[in-house]
């Protein structure tokens, strides 16, 4: 059955996720704060609204795919939020990277209005979004995941059922510390073997078959940082989101966050020097610069 689904956030993962429930013939109400980002998505066939609650009245499954958590917050729960404007039954798809438990806050307070939240943030990169081949990461009530599901299917094509209201959210942040403190790991030892007189093309060889080895090093990096391309992709100022909210979950919990503090520091500077649009390879051209290699 084709749905009326509405779309908030149409950034670099939210447009393609956007463009693939169009192809998957649903009807589109779409919100950016960006008039272009929504004006391409008006030509590919979606109605443009002018407030996350427009997009609620039209729809009867709404997505959000924004940058933080108070983004998140703001357009579901705040003034002219999703909220005002969804029908009792409606059900949020919320897909961005955020913590588990604004998460489970937002979820809660929309349960009490008759409406539901599905979190399923989103695994892998952006070429992914555009082929509709995401990992899913899904959490929320049973019920409510069942309806979303033909929706979830024009975005990804691998989904993991991680647990009830923000477990979705709980697998991403862990999987993202882990995927970020790596890459920033990666760019320290490399940019030292490349100052020893090594080559990238030495140490991957010989890394291959050693400990050393991981799929940033093997996958992510050459496609962007190795071959001199910083256009994002994963933008500098996300992945510090990620590795911060991770940080401050740890801190909760009781785990002092040695590494993602690390990690945190490295993408902070990055900012500092103003690339925090760009994406993570930014961090291997800075030590290379700095190193003259
Ligand atoms: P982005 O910055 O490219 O896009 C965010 C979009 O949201 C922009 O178009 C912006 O104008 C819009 N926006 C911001 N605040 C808004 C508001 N209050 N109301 C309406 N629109 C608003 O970010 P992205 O790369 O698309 O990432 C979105 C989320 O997905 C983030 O949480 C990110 O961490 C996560 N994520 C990103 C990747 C990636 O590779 N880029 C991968 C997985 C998950």
Not at 78 to 101: C, F, H, N, Y
Not at 109 to 135: F, I, Q
Request: aromatic share 4%.
């Amino acid at each position: 059955r084709m749905a009326n689904v509405g779309f908030i956030g149409l950034g670099v993962m939210g447009a393609p996720m956007a463009l693939n429930i169009l192809k998957g013939g649903h009807s589109l109400s779409v919100f950016d704060l960006n008039p272009d980002a929504v004006q391409r998505l008006v030509e590919a066939g979606a109605t443009a609204c002018a407030s996350p609650k427009e997009v609620g009245a039209a729809s009867e499954i709404v997505v959000t795919m924004l940058p933080e958590p108070q983004h998140v917050h703001g357009a579901i729960l705040g003034k002219d939020g999703v909220a005002e404007g969804l029908r009792e039954g409606g059900i949020v798809i919320e897909m961005s990277t955020i913590d588990p438990q604004t998460s489970q806050t937002i979820g809660d307070d929309l349960r009490k209005r008759g409406m539901n939240l599905v979190d399923s943030p989103v695994g892998k990169t952006s070429e992914h979004a555009v082929t509709g081949t995401l990992t899913l990461m899904i959490g929320g009530e049973p019920d409510a995941i069942t309806k979303v599901e033909p929706i979830l299917d024009c975005m990804g094509n691998e989904k993991y059922y991680c647990g009830g209201p923000g477990m979705g959210h709980a697998m991403k942040i862990t999987n993202n510390v882990l995927a970020t403190t790596i890459m920033v790991a990666n760019t320290e030892a490399l940019a030292l073997g490349l100052k020893c007189g090594l080559t990238l093309e030495m140490m991957q060889q010989v890394m291959r078959n050693t400990m050393a080895w991981n799929s940033q090093f093997s996958t992510a990096m050459p496609k962007k940082g190795f071959v001199g391309d910083d256009s994002p992709g994963f933008a500098i100022r996300l992945a510090a989101k990620d590795v911060r909210l991770a940080c401050e979950l740890e801190e909760k919990i009781g785990i002092e966050p040695r590494i993602g503090r690390a990690g945190l520091a490295a993408l902070q500077a990055a900012i500092d020097a103003g690339y925090g649009d760009r994406d993570t390879a930014r961090l291997m051209f800075m030590l290379e610069e700095k190193l003259g290699v």
